[in-house]
């Protein structure tokens, strides 16, 4: 008896099929979010509060929706980071069906793709971000005095915690770009010079702030990031 061999879904094919397995979640996930901002709205002057006090910062404003309009960035950012795990996990699902993740891949890669996400937001809020707001604003002297708008102020935190932690994905879909067969470990190994040139240029993108501190505050751990993504496919001997 002759034994059928399925051929793996076209690349084509699979995009597609991860689109329509989307887009059965997406409208849930608006209402999700549009009530969750709704609700985080009326908290977010005690948020607003804690945040000015960690990065010690005296803020003004310059129009009159300016104020209201960080207010609701700031429950938006909120509600995104919480309901970070259930996005991760439809995310995940719809990739699972056309490239055939197993029920024990697809609960390892949520898991861990959530882990990272919350370190990357936790590793910048602490550390990274303290750091470059200081150092940006060291420049300030008896001639230059800092004047921070709000608006500016929570775009600049929410865009740069949130960038933060989507780069420290990055070992997670290196593992699964090769796992699929999209990108195998000796393409990551053999293109280290075209990685360092996309790095920058996602830093440079991402970062709220085109100075070369914040580009390099955000493309050196990405950076790092890569080589562990290299290292784990290695341990995990995924070719």
């Known amino acids: 008896m002759e034994t059928q061999v399925i051929e793996p879904a076209p690349p084509g094919k699979r995009l597609l099929g991860f689109l329509l397995e989307i887009r059965k979640t997406i409208l849930t996930l608006g209402c999700a979010i549009g009530l969750g901002t709704l609700g985080?709205?009326?908290?977010?002057?005690?948020?607003?509060?804690?945040?000015?006090?960690?990065?010690?910062?005296?803020?003004?404003?310059?129009?009159?929706?300016?104020?209201?309009?960080?207010?609701v960035k700031l429950a938006l950012f909120v509600t995104l980071l919480l309901l970070m795990p259930w996005i991760v996990f439809c995310?995940?699902?719809?990739?699972?069906?056309?490239?055939?993740?197993?029920?024990?891949?697809?609960?390892?890669?949520?898991?861990?793709?959530?882990?990272?996400?919350?370190?990357?937001?936790?590793?910048c809020y602490f550390v990274t971000l303290p750091f470059g707001v200081k150092f940006l604003l060291g420049f300030e002297s008896e001639q230059l005095k800092s004047v921070i708008s709000v608006g500016k102020f929570v775009s600049f935190v929410t865009i740069f915690v949130l960038a933060f932690g989507l780069i420290f994905e990055l070992?997670?879909?290196?593992?699964?770009?090769?796992?699929?067969?999209?990108?195998?470990?000796?393409?990551?190994?053999?293109?280290?010079?075209?990685?360092i040139l996309i790095i920058s240029i996602v830093a440079?993108?991402?970062?709220?702030?085109?100075?070369?501190?914040?580009?390099?505050?955000?493309?050196?751990?990405?950076?790092?990031?890569?080589?562990?993504?290299?290292?784990?496919?290695?341990?995990?001997?995924?070719?």
């Open 91 to 123: 995310f995940w699902r719809a990739l699972a069906k056309p490239f055939a993740l197993s029920k024990k891949a697809l609960t390892a890669f949520v898991f861990f793709t959530c882990l990272l996400f919350y370190i990357g937001t936790f590793f």
């Open 204 to 239: 440079a993108l991402l970062t709220p702030t085109p100075d070369v501190v914040n580009m390099l505050l955000m493309g050196a751990p990405l950076y790092m990031l890569y080589e562990m993504g290299i290292i784990v496919l290695k341990i995990m001997k995924i070719k």
């Open 40 to 71: 985080f709205y009326f908290l977010s002057p005690a948020i607003f509060a804690t945040l000015q006090a960690h990065l010690n910062q005296k803020l003004a404003f310059f129009t009159v929706a300016e104020p209201f309009i960080a207010h």
């Open 171 to 195: 070992p997670i879909f290196m593992i699964f770009f090769a796992r699929v067969g999209i990108c195998p470990r000796s393409a990551f190994e053999k293109n280290r010079r075209y990685a």
